[in-house]
């Protein structure tokens, strides 16, 4: 009978899987509506339904095992904790999932959700113009809004990006009380004194490039017709085109005729081709990059000018700062050569629009005109084309770079016409001649000046550790990414729980190695402590309940810095126990035991596997002697204290969350048993002070009843009897649930003692000293130094067919004319990350890159550096800066966002410093020409270098045949002096 009914069960929880899966698998489409749920949940309902990919972390290993069952669906940690909104900078995947409507409604009706609590319910907008890219709108964009009259009174509102500004305008009538009758306008503003006018109400957010935090501005008619904003400074105002009368531009720099058009009010796309409408302080929606009029400025000089921070723009800033300095690019673009080249048919490239805002955005910060731009426009070309940077949460600024190099290198592909280029191998064949034969099939399919200017050539070199196989590739490369060469290790805090009842947790911080598992932090906390290593079990503790339940062999990078880590001391020397996790509960009422509340930190409690339920009990309260006193015989300390004659009620037990439950957590709750707004009143109730004449008499056996329940201890799976002699059998899938009369709780549990704790000297002491100073030159080492393939980055050998952990080593073949180093601060999986804020030391000058080319005929490689790329702060936020040289006056300067001031080099040299761009010198004979690049002739005229090409080919490899997307981390093309590029 019993394997029938597990076999029904099972069944229905293969059909609840099979109809979920199909839920989840359903593709994003605008509109449709998506719920949030708690990550932690979430795993815990993969567990039970058997899904595939689902972590065995706590609770039963096997499918319908009740000790998995989830429970209510419970969002509680998604929420902030007053519960009106959702916690901000959650990430998707380690905070909560997405669910489509079927998959939510199909939950909720198999497993209800947690009381009092709002499904968190958002819908899937479409981000870009050209590249449609899908999204659930987690986070709506918060606006300060205000009226014209009085912009000190400011509101807060959210407010999709898919909202219309005929939204906006309708929500901000309604919460200032404008008549219906009168005619509004909107505005928003940048900068102190830089107003826009938003007149296309039919644009969405997205559109309109608004960001968040922004003030937007709601001005009423006059009565008399005319606009209160008509009046003011004409240096203050801009339009994306209004058919309401505003003041006449200032005077355009080359004599052209206003920008906008006057009859419809739509706006008028300046092109690429003239800087006027850019020139003026106004808004005018064309391929401008300017709109702030506080950036005009007679004291303007080229080059030295600040970009305004969007919104978490800040690493756009600090990367357009970075190409700005540098000559060939400014050189390039300043003289309108990229007109010649752009190729809007390139399948593979942004239809020439992110070269043409590049183009606009850098001839207006070298035009001497301005101390800062507005780069709105180009952000929007930027987002239409790469959703990943349309929003307004901080980015990388290296990955920014790899796409704009990528986008600005399709957009001026030379080449329109790209041939199929069939792949060859090594085959044992010179270096020269795989280099070469690998350097002109890119060039087949790949010509632009950011070839000419940023690629190279990289010898990626793969030997098989079984076979005599041995892969040699050379991959055209961009940029050099560096590791770093420091000590692989960090610190983790935990609290240790000893075996000893009456030792109170202790707090360590125990260095452990970065990529080492869970058994080598309890051998490192094992030392600390001394205590067996073998005998700790390391969790993680969630909402008084076990969210992980780690085994030796997982690893540490699971554990995040957020994580509250509680590692147990158990007792393996017995073979007849066996280790349980026990969740405290307090019941709702003292008359059933419906769910409990949990509170406190959960035990893991070594517990004989045969004992009395007497013998259980007694195990349990000597794991709590430290804060659990046991009552006197005579001590009938389940009756309620004697009624207040005015109270009505003399008993805190008739509350459902009474004071004795302060130290609980109320958002496990589910639903009472008791009726809503029955369980206030004591005399309403059949029973009186929640006990029965007998028990009043008699009492309860015990302070605490005990249950086998679910890994969330929400779901009761069964009691255990409170005969004493009843034998009791445990194994290591239970949970058990000590549920406390709450008369017992508030007397006998002594919650301040249950909290306290202690901290090792570990605690306090210094974090071990990392390397103070690494030099770049050790960084390049470790780069083209020979490394073993870990097992998850195994690489398949055509002799063996199969994954082999082979060793690689990279070489540079030829180097370019700007070499970008980007240095590899970051480490991250999805699990934990980590920022290296070590000392990089790094040539201002001078940089010989030499000795670390393989290629003989190569030639001399020194660089000098032209700018720096900034992050100060940690991991997911922190500030983006550049250092940058002014090719004209020869003199640095520190650009943060609109801000610049002038420094010196030896400011340059940073723990900040993140991307470098170095300039090679010019190695030509004494009067040759300088290098210029043309506009469409790529670096021809180098023809006549002392050397030729020493770059070329072997196995081309796959991202020959899809232009650039394909190029790996390393430097960019080769240059003048030795390679005839056409």
């Known amino acids: 009978m019993a394997e029938q009914e597990n076999d029904t069960k099972n069944q229905q929880l293969q059909n609840l899987r099979t109809e979920l899966q199909k839920h989840l698998e359903k593709p994003l489409a605008k509109g449709d509506a998506w719920f949030l749920v708690d990550n932690h949940w979430f795993k815990q309902l993969k567990k039970y339904v058997g ?42 995947e380690l905070d909560y999932v997405l669910v489509p409507e079927e998959a939510w409604d199909l939950l909720v009706e198999k497993f209800g959700i947690s009381e009092t609590q709002e499904p968190v319910k958002r819908k899937v907008v479409e981000h870009g113009m050209f590249v449609k890219h899908c999204k659930v709108e987690v986070y709506y964009i918060e606006f300060q809004l205000a009226e014209n009259s009085n912009l000190e009174e400011t509101k807060k509102k959210k407010f999709s990006k898919s909202d219309t500004l005929e939204h906006i305008q309708n929500v901000m009538r309604e919460e200032f009380n404008i008549a219906t009758e009168a005619d509004t306008r909107l505005w928003n503003k940048y900068t102190s004194n830089t107003y826009e006018q938003l007149a296309r109400l039919d644009n969405t957010v997205q559109d309109a490039g608004l960001f968040s935090g922004q003030l937007i501005i709601i001005e009423i008619k006059n009565e008399d017709g005319t606009w209160p904003r008509q009046a003011r400074s004409t240096g ?93 690019i400014i050189e390039y673009f300043d003289n309108d050569n990229y007109l ?91 270096d020269s001649d795989v280099a070469m034969e690998a350097w002109d099939n890119y060039k087949k399919r790949n010509d632009s000046v950011i070839l000419d200017i940023f690629h190279g050539l990289l010898k990626s070199t793969v030997v098989c550790p079984e076979c005599p196989k041995v892969s040699v590739t050379f991959d055209p490369t961009c940029y050099l990414s560096l590791p770093l060469p420091v000590k692989k290790e960090r610190q983790v805090e935990v609290f240790l729980v000893y075996l000893d009842p009456l030792k109170p947790p202790t707090q360590f911080k125990v260095t452990a190695p970065k990529n080492g598992s869970m058994g080598d932090l309890c051998i490192a906390l094992g030392k600390l402590a001394n205590v067996p290593g073998e005998s700790l079990v390391v969790t993680d503790v969630y909402n008084h309940r076990f969210h992980k339940i780690y085994t030796s062999d997982d690893q540490l990078s699971h554990i995040l810095d957020r994580d509250d880590i509680f590692v147990y001391e158990t007792d393996n020397t017995d073979s007849n126990n066996v280790t349980v996790p026990v969740y405290l509960r307090e019941k709702k009422n003292c008359s059933s035991y419906a769910p409990s509340n949990l509170f406190g930190q959960p035990l893991l409690c070594s517990l004989p596997q045969s004992c009395t339920s007497s013998q259980l009990y007694d195990h349990l309260l000597q794991r709590m002697a430290r804060y659990v006193s046991r009552p006197a015989q005579e001590d009938d300390w389940w009756k309620p204290p004697p009624k207040s004659p005015d109270s009505g009620q003399g008993d805190d037990c008739s509350m459902e969350q009474g004071e004795g439950s302060s130290g609980g957590s109320s958002e496990e709750s589910p639903t009472s048993e008791t009726e809503p707004g029955k369980a206030s009143t004591a005399a309403e109730t059949p029973d009186d002070d929640m006990l029965s004449e007998e028990e009043e008499v008699v009492g309860p056996l015990k302070m605490f009843s005990l249950h086998l329940v679910n890994s969330y201890g929400n779901a009761q799976i069964e009691p255990i009897s409170e005969q004493e002699e009843e034998a009791i059998t445990l194994n290591s899938k239970n949970y058990l649930s000590l549920d406390w009369h709450p008369r017992a709780k508030q007397k006998f549990f002594n919650e301040k003692a249950a909290e306290d704790f202690s901290q090792d000297d570990s605690w306090h002491g210094k974090t071990t000293p990392k390397k103070q100073v690494i030099k770049l030159s050790e960084c390049l080492k470790l780069y083209t130094s020979q490394e073993k393939l870990g097992a998850d980055d195994a690489w398949y050998c055509p002799n063996c067919q199969k994954h082999q952990q082979a060793t690689k080593k990279f070489d540079l073949w030829s180097l370019p004319e700007v070499l970008v180093i980007h240095l590899k601060r970051f480490s991250y999986n999805r699990y934990w990350r980590d920022k290296i804020d070590t000392l990089i030391e790094f040539p201002v000058n001078n940089l010989d890159m030499t000795q670390y080319v393989i290629n003989a005929t190569h030639g001399q490689a020194i660089y000098d550096l032209i700018s720096v790329s900034n992050h100060y702060g940690g991991m997911g936020g922190g500030h983006y800066t550049a250092y940058g040289k002014n090719k004209t006056d020869g003199n640095w300067y520190y650009f943060d966002d609109s801000s610049v001031t002038q420094t010196n080099e030896e400011a340059v040299v940073t723990k900040a410093a993140y991307v470098l761009f170095y300039q090679r010198r010019t190695t030509s004979k004494p009067g040759a020409p300088k290098r210029v690049i043309p506009a469409a002739a790529g670096s021809a005229e180098t023809a006549d270098s002392a050397t030729t090409s020493s770059v070329g080919g072997g196995a081309a490899t796959s991202h020959m045949n899809g232009g650039a997307t394909g190029l790996t981390n390393g430097v960019g093309g080769d240059s003048d002096e030795e390679m005839e590029v056409n």
Not at 60 to 70: I, L, Q, T, V, Y
Not at 274 to 286: E, K, L, P, V
Not at 342 to 350: K, S, T
Not at 361 to 380: C, E, H, N, Q
């Open 236 to 328: 203050t105002l801009g339009t994306n085109g209004s058919t309401s009368p505003i003041p006449a531009p200032p005077p355009q720099p080359l004599g052209t005729s206003s920008s906008f058009d006057k009859k419809e009010g739509s706006p008028v796309g300046t092109g690429a081709s003239t800087s006027t409408a850019s020139s003026s302080r106004y808004n005018f929606s064309g391929t401008s990059a300017t709109y702030g009029d506080g950036g005009v400025s007679d004291k303007a000089q080229p080059g030295i000018c600040g970009l305004s921070n969007l919104g978490n723009t800040c690493f756009m800033n600090s990367i357009i700062q970075g190409l700005s300095n540098t000559p060939e």
């Open 340 to 430: 010649e080249d752009i190729n809007e048919d390139n399948p593979l490239g942004m239809k020439g629009e992110i070269a043409k805002s590049f183009g606009q955005l850098i001839k207006d910060m070298w035009s001497g005109k301005f101390t800062y731009v507005v780069p709105r426009a180009f952000k929007m070309a930027v987002g239409r084309f790469a959703p990943q940077f349309s929003g307004y949460q901080q980015q990388d600024s290296q990955e920014l770079l790899t796409f704009l190099l990528d986008g600005l290198h399709e957009d001026l592909n030379r080449v329109k016409h790209k041939p199929y280029v069939e792949m060859s191998d090594s085959d044992g064949k010179a």
């Open 51 to 92: 899904m595939e990919g689902a972590m065995f972390d706590s609770g039963g290993k096997e499918m319908g095992e009740e000790s998995a069952n989830p429970g209510p669906i419970d969002n509680k940690p998604l929420f902030k904790e007053d519960g009106e909104d959702i916690r901000e900078h959650m990430i998707d």
